[in-house]
């Protein structure tokens, strides 16, 4: 990667088109072949950048460029498309290259796959006696994340997101729709189990009989001390 902070102006051109000012930034090339110019603020977001497969071209300005103070101009073409990104330097300040080498990429931690495991290990988090029968239990239109049985015995499908919605208590009516056309299996109730249940999700789950469930990952997982928690 190589990461360059310069005075410079910067212009969009193709489909769209944009123009940035003079100003200080910094310029990133990484080895995919992408350029993204960055602001001293926005967060995370470029204020303007080029998608690779591009192309860099260090060019010597024009005359008339010249004579507005631009030592030298950067043609980032992109390889399948008319547009490019044009970055008039005025001045470099700082220029580093890096060899960042191959990232492993992002292991997300409490994702759906998380929470079904832990709750499949502490069943009784759903109800007091309550028993697995499997995880992903799969039917015709896909699979319930956790099939359990109650106290009483009658058959329990719960389905398990991060963050509770309405589209994932539509998606449970189907699976208990399905499910309680076996007699062997029927009744089948629903638990719908989530870090956060939005309320309109809780509003409609209620109204169609099946329970909410609110699950904290961090007890789940044995962090149960409040200070050790980031959020």
């Known amino acids: ?9 910067v212009d969009y051109i193709g ?22 110019v960055h602001s001293d603020g926005g967060s995370y977001k470029p204020l303007n950048w080029m998608s690779p497969p591009a192309s860099l071209r260090i060019m010597t300005p024009e005359e008339a460029d010249t004579e507005l103070g631009v030592t030298e101009v950067w043609n980032v073409q992109h390889a399948k498309s008319d547009d ?10 700082h220029e580093s290259s890096h060899d960042l080498g191959v990232d492993p990429g992002l292991v997300k931690d409490g994702v759906e796959a998380d929470l079904q495991r832990l709750l499949a290990e502490q069943i009784h988090l759903a109800g007091t006696g309550f028993t697995l029968i499997r995880r992903e239990y799969m039917t015709a239109i896909g699979p319930v ?11 329990v499908a719960i389905e398990l997101k991060r963050r509770g919605d309405i589209d994932g208590v539509e998606q449970l009516t189907r699976y208990l729709e399905l499910l309680n056309r076996d007699p ?12 956060q249940i939005k309320p309109q999700a809780r509003v409609l789950a209620l109204d169609r009989g099946i329970d909410c469930l609110t699950l904290d990952y961090d007890m789940m997982r044995g962090v149960d001390d409040v200070e050790s928690r980031l959020f």
């Open 15 to 36: 489909r769209l088109r944009a123009h940035l000012p003079l100003a200080t930034r910094l310029l990133m090339v990484k080895a995919d072949g992408s350029v993204l």
């Open 145 to 155: 994340d956790i099939l359990a049985r109650d106290a009483a015995g009658a058959t």
């Open 184 to 195: 062997l299996m029927a009744p089948v109730r629903g638990i719908f189990a989530a870090q």
């Open 84 to 93: 490019r990104l044009v970055i008039n330097i005025h001045e470099l300040l």
């Open 1 to 9: 990667m190589r990461l360059v902070i310069a005075q410079c102006s």
